[in-house]
C-alpha cells in the first residue's frame, strides 16, 4: 500500500498527520500538487510537482495509484475513479468513500454545482475542526493497522 495525497486543497494540519503517520508506518506516502509543497525530510513522504491545470493532479494520482493503495483527497470525482480502481479514498474530514456510498455523494456534488451554477449561493464547506481531524487521524490508523 502506498499513500497518494490530492495535496493542492489538503489542509496543513492533515499533511502533518499523514506525516507523522508515513514515518511511524513506514509507508511510502506521495504529495501531488501543481504549486510546491515543503516536506520534512523522511525517506517515506515525497513530493510530485505536476504542470499548471484544472485537474492535473486528479489524473496523475488516478495513474499511479493501484489496487488498494489509499489516496486522501476531498474531490469527489477522483475518488470516484479511484474507487473504481479498487484504491482505498479517505476524504480530510475522516470519512471513507466505498463503493456503496461513492454514487450518492457524486449526485449530492452534482447537485449542488447545478445549484451554483443556477445564482444559489451555497457557501463552502466549514473549516476543518478538532473532530474532524481527529476523526481523520483514526480512519487513517485504522486502514494502516489494517494493511498489516
Known amino acids: 500500500m502506498n499513500i497518494w495525497v490530492d495535496a493542492d486543497a489538503c489542509p496543513v494540519v492533515i499533511k502533518e498527520i499523514l506525516f507523522r503517520a508515513a514515518d511511524r508506518a513506514q509507508i511510502t506516502t506521495t ?5 510546491f509543497i515543503k ?3 523522511s525517506k517515506y513522504i515525497d513530493f510530485i510537482q ?4 484544472f ?9 499511479r495509484a493501484v489496487e488498494n493503495d489509499l489516496v486522501i483527497t476531498a474531490d469527489i470525482p477522483l475518488a470516484a475513479e479511484v474507487v473504481e480502481k479498487g484504491c482505498l479514498a479517505l476524504n480530510p474530514r475522516g470519512e471513507l468513500y466505498t463503493e456503496s ?3 450518492q455523494r457524486l449526485n449530492i ?6 445549484l451554483r451554477s443556477s445564482g444559489v449561493q ?6 476543518i475542526s478538532q473532530a474532524d481531524r481527529q476523526m481523520f487521524a ?3 490508523d485504522k486502514l494502516l493497522a489494517k494493511r498489516k
Open 31 to 35: 504529495l501531488l500538487a501543481n504549486h
Open 39 to 41: 516536506t520534512p525530510p
Open 50 to 53: 505536476v504542470g499548471a491545470g
Open 55 to 63: 485537474d492535473v493532479a486528479d489524473n496523475e494520482i488516478v495513474k
Open 101 to 103: 456510498n461513492i454514487r
Open 109 to 114: 456534488r452534482d447537485f449542488m454545482d447545478t
Open 122 to 127: 451555497t457557501g463552502g464547506a466549514p473549516p
Open 138 to 140: 483514526n480512519n487513517l
